[in-house]
């Protein structure tokens, strides 16, 4: 057992060692800290301006080899402000990239959040009631709507809300964010629902699947031999074994609400994560993006070595290869 | 392959530049349509290809009715040369340098108006000038006063070309990774496996961003990194059916008749997947499409697609009278292709993937 945590945890740090080697080959080899200066400072700015950006910036060492001190190059500064999450600071207005990510979990969270916990209860009542008709006319309407909803842009969902409910019907605000609670749910009904929105038709098929997997199985006839009513076949014994798949595709979402939606925040005025990142493509900010995209694989990777641990721990089933 | 949107202004000194652009454009579109006529001669004698395509045909035909009318305009925008075009009495001598293509033929060359105008408009709108072709917009103009059904109709090629552009990237790289992974195990996996994970930890957005940006913004560009994010779960697929390929009769039975690995997995793994890379690309296709526009809308994204489309709309919304004929084009286009796609796509599933067919009760 405890052999298998080390292995899984070791192989988890390689992969966050691979996941740095990448981000390392992309931000300071195929775009070089020169090019980043070159975008900073603008095309025509003399050579002296430029060198003393990149040595502001902390982009003035040699790439991988330093003859005089080998760990003064911008390969071991990368993984050393990666690795003790320090960052450095934002290449486009200096404030440390550590402070700004901590300001923008919350309002991150605070959208994700009920989104993801919405989007599931909703998600998986709707797939229940439609795998429940299975074969019928409901079902066929239900997976249809499914496709349809999955069929349109996540772009038009944000723009007809926006339109309808903001600007039609003036129900709830178009845009913003505030820190105080009684005003904050006012500003999250319309991210919150879009999301919600747009996720459902391909969640409700998803959990459909998995559902109607489950009714063919064995146990299911045994049930109704047994002379259990459908409904309770449907919530005792199929929902309780459909579980697992389900919690499985659940948990490795989570890592990500952390992360925030980017389009939803953008557009929706709120000051997370996922807005910050749109801040990064619009003024070339290239130290805070590899940031972004370090946190994201992070948490990524912590989450699912936490599952395979968890499953191993709690499931005897699985094999501790 | 740049699009040859009208309005780049080709000045005279990139002329030559513009000339080789759209004959390369003319010479993929013939390769495209021999490739596919190449491959249906020689699949037609395939009982199960046959099969299958005769009951894609059976049970979704309005489905591909309507894949094939935007294959046809794709095509169709794809096919350009240099010329006066029939309805253009006061094209300018620009024009006449500039290559246009079948679609853009089928509208005057001046049909631009100077601002907008609303679907079959007669009178003019904010007092601007007064509508050259008078009730002829059927989608009304953009603030530019291009003909948003002129435009909608190029998006097609936009759209098409994100998808198959990068099945080109991803189906390649995925088949090799993924066959000698499955094939050869061991060490080779192992690598492969950890590149896997490795890209497939980083978000996808995220990564999709951050390789735009680094790469610089451009259909290449685009569809590379669209290339990056998207061939790992694909690899994955082959990397495991391959393994259970591995283990059948036949493939022992090659392998004791002494041939070559390579022989082996040419004659033997692959026709064996090639089912996985229809349903694949069907699959993947509306996923690439839907990223281009949210990356379109983050002002990273192709010219002239759809997602441009509505980004540039979006604000048009709030004018007074409300401009919607604009969202309205490129929205129920991009919808159409997606939901045919996508019903397609499950019929592609059902019909090739036997383990479907099983679960389908």
Known sequence: ?321 | MPSSTRGCGFSRGTQGYAVELHVISNVVVAVIVGGLGAAAWRLRKSLVWRGAGRELLRRRPIALAVVGLYVTVALLDSISWIGRSEAGRKSEAVALHRPGSVIDRLFPADFDEKSYSAPFAHTEFYGGASLRYAGRHPLGTDILGRDVMHLTLKGARVALLIGAFTSVIVIPLALVFGVSAGYFGRRTDDVVFFVMSTLASMPGLLLLIALIVVLGRGTLQVCVALGVTSWVGFCRVVRGETFKLRELEYVEAARALGLADARIILRHVLPNLMHLVVITFVLLFSGLVLSEAILSWLGIGIDGSWGQMIDQARDELSREPIIWWNLTGAAMALFGLILAVNVVGDAVRDVLDPRTLRERL
């Not at chain 1, 982009?59 to 690795?83: G, I, K, Q």
Request: hydrophobic share 50%; with cysteine.
């Open chain 1, 1 to 321: 057992m405890l052999a298998y945590l080390v292995r899984r945890t070791l192989y988890g740090g390689a992969t966050v060692f691979g996941v740095l080697v990448f981000l390392f080959l992309l931000f300071f080899s195929v775009t070089t800290p020169d090019d980043i200066a070159r975008k900073a400072v603008g095309e025509k700015a003399p050579p002296s301006v430029l060198e003393q950006w990149k040595a502001n910036h902390g982009y003035d060492m040699p790439l991988v080899w330093n003859p005089r001190d080998f760990m003064e190059t911008m390969l071991a500064e990368h993984f050393r402000r990666m690795l003790t999450f320090d960052f450095g600071r934002s290449d486009a207005d200096d404030t440390p990239i550590a402070d700004r990510l901590r300001q923008g979990v919350l309002p991150s969270l605070s959208v994700t959040l009920p989104l993801f916990s919405i989007g599931i209860v909703l998600g998986i009542g709707l797939s229940l009631f439609v795998a429940f008709f299975r074969e019928t006319y409901i079902d066929r309407a239900g997976v249809f709507l499914c496709v349809l909803a999955m069929s349109i842009s996540m772009l038009l969902y944000i723009i007809g809300a926006q339109y309808l409910i903001g600007k039609l019907f003036r129900w709830v605000p178009i845009s913003g964010f505030d820190s105080s609670p009684a005003v904050i749910a006012r500003f999250l009904a319309l991210p919150v629902l879009v999301g919600v929105l747009s996720g459902l038709g391909s969640n409700v098929r998803f959990y459909r699947t998995v559902f109607v997997e489950e009714t063919s199985r064995d146990y299911v006839r045994t049930a109704r031999a047994k002379g259990c009513t459908d409904t309770q076949v449907m919530i005792r014994h199929v929902l309780r074994n459909a579980m697992i798949p389900i919690l499985t595709n659940v948990v490795i979402a989570i890592p990500f609400l952390f992360t925030g939606s980017i389009l939803l925040e953008s557009f929706f005025g709120i000051p997370g994560l996922g807005a910050i990142t749109v801040d990064a493509i619009n003024g070339n900010d290239f130290a805070t993006l590899r940031t972004m995209v370090y946190i994201g694989s992070l948490l990524f990777i912590a989450g699912q070595v936490l599952t395979d641990v968890s499953y191993a721990l709690v499931d005897p089933r699985v094999r501790l290869q």
